[in-house]
Nanobody, 118 residues
Framework: QLQFVESGGGLVQPGGSLKLSCVAS????????ISWYRQVSGNQRDRVAS???????EYSDSAKGRFTISRDNDKNTVYLSMNNLEPEDTAVYYC????????????WGQGTQVTVSS
């Protein structure tokens, strides 16, 4: 079972950029599909971007054209590059195994806070 540690969040102005990192500990990272999720306070976690073991990517409608997910299997790390950030992107960002229903995931890391504000 992989464990995930997210980092790279912070305060950024609208239109700015951030790059999040997610380091996974455990075996067989390279064999797993990984996603970035985000949670606005009080709401459920939503999947933002995913990358498969074969490096196929998919994005939510809100992330398309602005976010890029990538992975480095040698470093057990998944990245999320976010450009042209909007206040609506403010949330806690998490990475985890890909799941079409994030509610089925029972174990989460601490996440990293992204705040987009002027």
């Amino acid at each position: 079972q992989l464990q995930f540690v997210e980092s790279g969040g912070g305060l950024v102005q609208p239109g700015g950029s951030l790059k999040l990192s997610c380091v996974a500990s455990g075996r067989l990272f390279r064999n797993n599909d990984i996603s970035w999720y985000r949670q606005v306070s009080g709401n459920q976690r939503d999947r933002v971007a995913s990358i498969s073991a074969t490096f196929l990517t998919e994005y939510s409608d809100s992330a398309k054209g602005r976010f890029t997910i990538s992975r480095d299997n040698d470093k057990n790390t998944v990245y999320l590059s976010m450009n042209n950030l909007e206040p609506e992107d403010t949330a806690v960002y998490y990475c985890n195994y890909y799941n079409s229903n994030p509610r089925q995931i029972t174990s989460w890391g601490q996440g990293t806070q992204v705040t987009v504000s002027s």
